[in-house]
T-cell receptor, first 112, second 114 residues
Framework: EDKVVQSPLSLVVHEGDTVTLNCSYE??????LLWYKQEKKAPTFLFML????IEKKSGRLSSILDKKELFSILNITATQTGDSAIYLC????????????FGKGTKLSVIP | EAQVTQNPRYLITVTGKKLTVTCSQN?????MSWYRQDPGLGLRQIYY???????DKGDVPEGYKVSRKEKRNFPLILESPSPNQTSLYFC?????????????FGPGTRLTVT
């Protein structure tokens, strides 16, 4: 059974701090790893990662994948209160048919 | 505007009364999928479809049915809802024949079964 584990489950930081969110996985026929941000509504797409060692960056957010050690990290620098959300990691897998398995998410709270 | 729509957004129903949650996308996407989200369990895949007339079970398909007669629509059917199906449901779609860049989610349907 495919498994995606995120840590920590929740995190409280002060504005301006840098945070690192972790995602490890065990899946059959890995295709890609995706990160989402979920505020009080549907998840919004952040990044898709398929290759090891290549950093994806968008503003203060960045992410990298390690396919050998089977994990990914999401970094957020200079956090703002608007970064408060649940961050979801998901892994797409499958050779002929495709599934997407989500982790339980990391709840990030940024306090002023 | 590219979007995935779901209806209804909120529904309270009783055990055993059949219901359908509709999902529609206007992007000509091939891949569509349903998820349920529960506290402490995260998002779990119910069913997915890689194209018209092609559907497959996800992780938690029991008690649900789907159909994909047209590319744009992917309804979720609960033939005999039970209280353990109380949840927040999301439909999602992707232009690739798979979830590799799954970025379009519907707004969610909050279902309560009493």
């Amino acid at each position: 059974e495919d498994k995606v584990v995120q840590s920590p489950l929740s995190l409280v930081v002060h504005e301006g701090d840098t945070v690192t969110l972790n995602c490890s996985y065990e899946v059959t026929n890995f295709r890609s790893l995706l990160w989402y941000k979920q505020e009080k509504k549907a998840p919004t797409f952040l990044f898709m990662l398929t290759s090891s060692g290549i950093e994806k960056k968008s503003g203060r957010l960045s992410s990298i994948l390690d396919k050998k050690e089977l994990f990914s990290i999401l970094n957020i620098t200079a956090t703002q209160t608007g970064d408060s959300a649940i961050y979801l990691c998901a892994v797409a897998s499958g050779a002929g048919s495709y599934q997407l398995t989500f982790g339980k998410g990391t709840k990030l709270s940024v306090i002023p | 505007e590219a979007q995935v729509t779901q209806n209804p957004r909120y529904l309270i129903t009783v055990t055993g009364k059949k219901l359908t949650v509709t999902c529609s996308q206007n992007m000509n996407h091939e891949y569509m999928s349903w998820y349920r989200q529960d506290p402490g369990l995260g998002l779990r895949q119910i069913y997915y479809s890689m194209n018209v007339e092609v559907t497959d079970k996800g992780d938690v398909p029991e008690g649900y049915k789907v159909s994909r007669k047209e590319k744009r629509n992917f309804p979720l059917i609960l033939e005999s809802p039970s209280p353990n199906q109380t949840s927040l449901y999301f439909c999602a779609s992707s232009h690739r024949p798979g979830p590799d860049r799954l970025r379009y989610f519907g707004p969610g349907t909050r279902l309560t079964v009493t």
